[in-house]
């Protein structure tokens, strides 16, 4: 029989929260990462975003975390609008498209200026999106008429440790689903104090590529553990890059 401690500390779980900001250039994989995530479905066809806000629930190892999302403009139109966002979030997923080195390049320039301007205190992950890209002929041919190539593991790992992120995830919204729930799954964990951005043991020692991460088990017979001790251990087997 579970101690009363442990079931006052399964039901303060049960209402896990992770409220998740995602900035980034325009037509960079935002809003394809939050519907992969939100709906599994792949938006083809780029719609300009404004400001959209979402809410999901996903399981991990009998785990229930509510999301709440905020997808932004990164047009310079909304360059006026888009604080508002900044004091709900409780992390941010800062992301740049694979397929496009300058948007990296805006990573440090642009938006961890912003970012740190209007939330100083809330983690971030950086999130390479569009990593299908980095083998796509066609981008692979564009990007070298003007001498440059798909942004490398280590390019976004120097500029993951340069601006102090959190962790470094790559996702493909469009050929891995399992990339995009480990990177919410890592923006839950930081959201949470669980990961330890400027070193230390366990995940937050290094950076990690969320393709990595286990993925939740769908025939775990164990009881139900606190989030932080069931996902650390699995962290603990990723490999860091």
Partial sequence: M????KSALVTELDSLECRVLLVGDAQC?????IQRFVSDKFLEVYAPTSFDKYSTSHEW???MVNFLVWDTSGASAYDSVRPL???E???VLLCFSIGEPESLDHVVTKWYPEIRHHCTTAPIILCGCQSDLRNDIETISRLAKIRRIPVTSEQALQVSRKIEAGNYVETSS?????SVRD???VAALASHGRLNARGGGGLGSGVVSSHAVRPPSKTNNKARLD????LKDRAKVCSLM
Wanted: net charge positive; charged share 25%.
């Fill in 183 to 185: 990177a919410f799954e």
């Fill in 89 to 91: 979030a409780r992390v």
């Fill in 29 to 33: 994989g935002k809003s394809a990462l």
């Fill in 85 to 87: 966002a900044y004091p």
């Fill in 227 to 230: 989030l932080k001790y069931e």
């Fill in 2 to 5: 579970s101690s009363p401690k």
């Fill in 174 to 178: 469009r050929t891995s689903v399992k």
């Fill in 61 to 63: 190892s009998g785990q």
